[in-house]
């Protein structure tokens, strides 16, 4: 008899052939270490599966109809918090990354990735390591002088009193408006620097060097 695999791995991903090819080729290459052991095209349905298979990893694509892969990889960390989650994205575009970070996943692996590369960054992960592409790796270290684009005279200055440290009702009294509009304007404003807390967004404007303005 076999020995069972030492890395079960569930697939959320809505692309037959590359969920396939996982189930061929993850044996072979990595001599039985490795194994999908359920998977799903839906991702409302990813809590589920990870229940009902208990693997040991799941990966997720990011790139899935609604509800999509942020909230399939939210819904398993809320349902099995000891599964480790692996976002896997075809796309060039950190942000889906980003948030998939937020969301909870330990780790970021292309698509495009080779079956046999991808059993060392897996068992890392299962270790207790965050992989991630040296580029979006790269971008997530260095700070950018560069001020947030697109954001006009009134974004600019509430983000500059809410990197002051400034309260809600302070904001509204320097900017002549209610203490509801001002949430209302900061929730705008999170949405749109894709961050999602007020920390985060003082934290870029000091980046930007908007502090100084």
């Known amino acids: 008899m076999s020995e069972p695999p030492t890395l079960r791995l569930a697939v959320v991903d809505d692309h037959p052939l590359f ?3 996982l189930e061929l080729l993850l044996p072979a290459t990595t001599r039985g270490r490795a194994a999908v052991v359920g998977s799903t095209a839906d991702a409302s349905g990813a809590a589920g599966l990870v229940s009902r298979c208990q693997p040991d990893l799941a990966l997720v694509d990011l790139h899935m109809p609604p509800p ?5 990889v939210a819904a398993i960390r809320r349902i099995a918090p000891r599964v480790r989650v692996v976002a896997m994205s075809g796309s060039d575009d950190p942000a889906p990354a980003l948030e998939a970070l937020r969301a909870g996943a330990e780790g970021l692996l292309p698509k495009s990735s080779e079956p046999e590369e991808l059993l060392p960054p897996l068992l890392a992960i ?4 965050a992989v991630l592409p040296g580029p979006l790796l790269r971008g997530l270290l260095t700070p950018t002088r560069r001020p947030p684009s697109g954001l006009d005279t009134e974004e600019r ?3 500059q009193l809410i990197a002051a440290g400034q309260s809600t009702v302070e904001i509204a009294e320097e900017l002549h408006v209610s203490e509801r509009t001002v949430k209302r304007m900061t929730a705008a404003l999170l949405r ?3 961050v999602s807390s007020r920390t985060e967004a003082a934290a870029l404007a000091g980046h930007a060097g908007l502090l100084a303005d």
Do not use: F, K, M, T
Request: hydrophobic share 45%; net charge positive.
């Open 126 to 129: 299962l270790d207790g390591w």
């Open 68 to 72: 999509g892969g942020i909230r399939a």
């Open 19 to 21: 969920v396939r090819g």
């Open 192 to 194: 749109r620097l894709r």
């Open 157 to 159: 200055r509430l983000l």
